[in-house]
Protein backbone atom coordinates (compact mmCIF):
# COMPACT_ATOMS: atom_id res chain seq x y z
CA UNK A 1 0.00 0.00 0.00
CA UNK A 2 1.19 3.56 -0.52
CA UNK A 3 2.98 4.36 2.95
CA UNK A 4 5.25 7.36 3.52
CA UNK A 5 7.70 7.00 6.57
CA UNK A 6 9.54 9.87 8.39
CA UNK A 7 12.45 10.45 10.20
CA UNK A 8 12.29 10.14 14.29
CA UNK A 9 12.02 13.39 16.31
CA UNK A 10 14.68 16.06 16.81
CA UNK A 11 15.60 18.64 19.53
CA UNK A 12 17.72 21.91 18.38
CA UNK A 13 18.56 24.81 19.95
CA UNK A 14 17.53 28.21 19.05
CA UNK A 15 18.98 29.36 15.45
CA UNK A 16 20.14 26.31 14.61
CA UNK A 17 18.34 23.89 11.24
CA UNK A 18 17.13 20.80 11.33
CA UNK A 19 16.18 18.42 8.32
CA UNK A 20 13.29 16.02 8.51
CA UNK A 21 13.05 13.18 5.64
CA UNK A 22 10.16 11.13 4.23
CA UNK A 23 10.74 8.09 2.11
CA UNK A 24 7.68 6.83 -0.07
CA UNK A 25 6.73 3.66 -0.96
CA UNK A 26 3.85 1.77 -2.66
CA UNK A 27 3.48 4.02 -6.01
CA UNK A 28 5.14 5.12 -8.89
CA UNK A 29 7.01 8.49 -7.34
CA UNK A 30 7.26 10.93 -10.10
CA UNK A 31 3.59 10.56 -10.44
CA UNK A 32 2.82 12.79 -7.23
CA UNK A 33 4.35 15.75 -5.48
CA UNK A 34 5.02 16.11 -1.96
CA UNK A 35 3.42 18.31 0.49
CA UNK A 36 4.42 19.49 4.05
CA UNK A 37 2.41 20.64 7.01
CA UNK A 38 3.01 21.63 10.18
CA UNK A 39 1.49 21.73 13.52
CA UNK A 40 2.22 23.50 16.87
CA UNK A 41 1.14 21.75 19.94
CA UNK A 42 -2.82 22.43 20.59
CA UNK A 43 -3.04 24.52 17.26
CA UNK A 44 -4.07 23.79 13.89
CA UNK A 45 -2.65 22.93 10.25
CA UNK A 46 -0.30 24.85 8.50
CA UNK A 47 0.81 24.35 5.01
CA UNK A 48 4.34 24.81 4.39
CA UNK A 49 4.89 24.03 1.12
CA UNK A 50 5.36 21.94 -2.28
CA UNK A 51 7.78 20.13 -4.35
CA UNK A 52 6.84 17.57 -7.30
CA UNK A 53 9.78 15.18 -9.00
CA UNK A 54 7.84 14.99 -12.30
CA UNK A 55 8.22 18.78 -13.02
CA UNK A 56 11.30 19.19 -10.95
CA UNK A 57 9.04 22.50 -9.08
CA UNK A 58 8.73 23.38 -5.53
CA UNK A 59 6.13 25.92 -3.98
CA UNK A 60 6.94 27.67 -0.46
CA UNK A 61 4.49 29.33 1.45
CA UNK A 62 5.56 33.01 1.90
CA UNK A 63 5.83 32.83 5.57
CA UNK A 64 8.72 30.07 5.14
CA UNK A 65 10.23 31.37 1.47
CA UNK A 66 12.95 32.76 3.06
CA UNK A 67 14.18 29.94 5.19
CA UNK A 68 13.13 26.70 3.75
CA UNK A 69 14.21 24.14 1.57
CA UNK A 70 12.35 21.36 0.31
CA UNK A 71 14.47 18.32 -1.88
CA UNK A 72 13.97 15.33 -3.57
CA UNK A 73 16.37 11.96 -4.25
CA UNK A 74 14.45 9.93 -6.90
CA UNK A 75 16.51 7.39 -6.37
CA UNK A 76 15.95 6.93 -2.75
CA UNK A 77 12.19 8.33 -3.23
CA UNK A 78 12.76 10.19 -0.31
CA UNK A 79 11.60 13.95 0.12
CA UNK A 80 13.57 16.49 2.96
CA UNK A 81 12.64 19.23 4.26
CA UNK A 82 15.02 21.97 5.94
CA UNK A 83 14.27 24.76 8.06
CA UNK A 84 16.68 26.87 9.18
CA UNK A 85 17.25 29.60 11.82
CA UNK A 86 14.65 28.02 14.64
CA UNK A 87 12.88 29.64 16.83
CA UNK A 88 10.56 28.43 19.91
CA UNK A 89 7.93 29.17 17.19
CA UNK A 90 9.10 26.56 14.97
CA UNK A 91 8.57 23.42 17.88
CA UNK A 92 5.66 21.46 15.81
CA UNK A 93 4.94 18.13 14.56
CA UNK A 94 6.03 18.13 10.71
CA UNK A 95 3.73 15.78 8.46
CA UNK A 96 4.58 14.88 4.63
CA UNK A 97 1.70 13.96 2.55
CA UNK A 98 1.19 12.98 -1.35
CA UNK A 99 -0.10 15.40 -3.15
CA UNK A 100 -2.89 13.69 -4.48
CA UNK A 101 -4.25 16.48 -6.03
CA UNK A 102 -3.37 20.34 -5.58
CA UNK A 103 -5.07 21.08 -2.48
CA UNK A 104 -5.63 17.22 -1.42
CA UNK A 105 -3.08 15.04 0.09
CA UNK A 106 -3.33 11.17 0.85
CA UNK A 107 -1.47 9.80 2.73
CA UNK A 108 0.30 11.57 5.51
CA UNK A 109 3.37 10.22 7.56
CA UNK A 110 3.46 9.51 10.42
CA UNK A 111 4.63 13.20 11.63
CA UNK A 112 8.29 14.37 13.03
CA UNK A 113 8.45 16.04 15.86
CA UNK A 114 10.97 19.22 16.09
CA UNK A 115 11.68 20.82 19.36
CA UNK A 116 13.07 23.86 19.44
CA UNK A 117 14.81 24.76 22.90
CA UNK A 118 17.43 26.20 24.95
CA UNK B 1 -3.67 34.17 2.09
CA UNK B 2 -5.75 34.31 5.35
CA UNK B 3 -6.64 31.22 6.92
CA UNK B 4 -9.47 29.97 5.42
CA UNK B 5 -12.60 30.52 8.39
CA UNK B 6 -14.03 27.80 9.95
CA UNK B 7 -16.43 27.83 13.30
CA UNK B 8 -14.15 27.01 15.96
CA UNK B 9 -16.64 24.02 17.39
CA UNK B 10 -19.44 22.01 16.00
CA UNK B 11 -21.84 19.71 17.85
CA UNK B 12 -24.43 17.30 17.49
CA UNK B 13 -25.95 14.38 19.02
CA UNK B 14 -25.75 10.67 17.06
CA UNK B 15 -27.98 9.94 14.51
CA UNK B 16 -28.30 13.77 13.45
CA UNK B 17 -26.77 16.05 10.46
CA UNK B 18 -24.14 18.72 10.83
CA UNK B 19 -22.31 20.85 8.69
CA UNK B 20 -19.49 22.43 8.99
CA UNK B 21 -18.74 26.31 6.91
CA UNK B 22 -15.09 27.23 5.33
CA UNK B 23 -15.44 30.54 4.30
CA UNK B 24 -12.41 32.54 2.04
CA UNK B 25 -12.19 34.96 -0.77
CA UNK B 26 -12.46 34.74 -4.90
CA UNK B 27 -8.70 34.48 -4.40
CA UNK B 28 -8.94 30.88 -3.41
CA UNK B 29 -12.53 28.66 -2.18
CA UNK B 30 -14.21 30.90 -4.57
CA UNK B 31 -12.18 30.99 -7.28
CA UNK B 32 -11.36 27.76 -7.66
CA UNK B 33 -12.51 23.95 -7.34
CA UNK B 34 -9.71 22.87 -5.51
CA UNK B 35 -11.04 22.48 -1.90
CA UNK B 36 -10.30 19.52 0.69
CA UNK B 37 -11.62 18.04 3.82
CA UNK B 38 -9.33 16.51 6.23
CA UNK B 39 -10.56 14.59 9.44
CA UNK B 40 -7.73 14.60 12.37
CA UNK B 41 -7.88 12.25 15.41
CA UNK B 42 -5.96 13.31 18.81
CA UNK B 43 -2.46 12.22 17.90
CA UNK B 44 -3.17 11.20 14.73
CA UNK B 45 -2.01 12.00 11.52
CA UNK B 46 -5.05 13.60 9.32
CA UNK B 47 -6.78 11.87 6.92
CA UNK B 48 -8.45 12.98 3.55
CA UNK B 49 -12.07 12.67 3.44
CA UNK B 50 -13.48 14.86 0.54
CA UNK B 51 -11.29 16.30 -2.46
CA UNK B 52 -12.18 18.91 -5.13
CA UNK B 53 -15.17 19.91 -3.24
CA UNK B 54 -17.56 17.42 -3.54
CA UNK B 55 -15.48 13.94 -4.16
CA UNK B 56 -15.05 10.75 -1.40
CA UNK B 57 -11.64 8.86 -1.84
CA UNK B 58 -12.35 5.31 -1.42
CA UNK B 59 -13.05 3.78 1.25
CA UNK B 60 -14.37 6.97 3.11
CA UNK B 61 -18.36 6.60 4.34
CA UNK B 62 -20.90 8.20 1.62
CA UNK B 63 -22.38 10.07 5.17
CA UNK B 64 -19.29 12.86 4.42
CA UNK B 65 -20.17 15.23 1.48
CA UNK B 66 -19.07 18.42 0.55
CA UNK B 67 -20.53 21.66 -1.35
CA UNK B 68 -19.43 24.84 -2.23
CA UNK B 69 -21.12 28.19 -2.77
CA UNK B 70 -19.28 31.17 -3.60
CA UNK B 71 -16.39 31.79 -1.38
CA UNK B 72 -17.76 29.19 0.61
CA UNK B 73 -17.53 25.48 1.18
CA UNK B 74 -19.33 23.52 3.26
CA UNK B 75 -18.87 19.73 5.11
CA UNK B 76 -21.60 17.58 5.91
CA UNK B 77 -21.89 14.67 8.32
CA UNK B 78 -25.31 12.56 8.24
CA UNK B 79 -26.19 9.97 10.66
CA UNK B 80 -23.57 11.39 13.20
CA UNK B 81 -21.41 8.71 14.79
CA UNK B 82 -19.21 8.58 18.05
CA UNK B 83 -16.25 7.62 16.16
CA UNK B 84 -16.75 11.02 13.97
CA UNK B 85 -15.73 13.35 17.03
CA UNK B 86 -12.49 14.63 15.82
CA UNK B 87 -10.85 17.67 14.53
CA UNK B 88 -12.13 18.89 10.54
CA UNK B 89 -10.05 21.36 8.51
CA UNK B 90 -11.14 22.50 5.06
CA UNK B 91 -8.03 23.29 2.49
CA UNK B 92 -7.84 26.11 -0.70
CA UNK B 93 -6.03 26.29 -3.42
CA UNK B 94 -4.99 30.34 -4.23
CA UNK B 95 -4.47 32.55 -6.62
CA UNK B 96 -0.89 32.93 -5.44
CA UNK B 97 -0.50 29.26 -6.30
CA UNK B 98 -0.23 27.82 -2.94
CA UNK B 99 -2.44 26.03 -0.44
CA UNK B 100 -4.62 27.51 2.96
CA UNK B 101 -5.91 25.79 5.51
CA UNK B 102 -8.88 26.51 7.29
CA UNK B 103 -8.64 27.19 11.26
CA UNK B 104 -9.97 23.97 12.32
CA UNK B 105 -13.34 22.84 13.65
CA UNK B 106 -13.79 20.58 16.29
CA UNK B 107 -16.68 18.54 16.60
CA UNK B 108 -18.14 17.05 19.27
CA UNK B 109 -20.97 14.03 19.60
CA UNK B 110 -22.96 14.66 22.02
Not at chain 1, 92 to 113: K, M, V
Amino acid sequence: QVRLVQSESQMRKPGASVKVSCKASGYIFGNNGITWVRQAPGQGLEWMGWTSPYIADTKYAQKFQDRVTMTIDTSTRTTYLELKNLTSDDTAIYYCARAWTISSFDPWGQGTLVTVSS
Amino acid sequence: HSALTQPASVSGSPGQSITISCTGTRSDVGGYNFVSWFQQHPGKAPKLIIYDVSNRPSGVSDRFSGSKSGNTASLSISGLQAEDEADYYCTSYTSSATVVFGGGTKLTVL
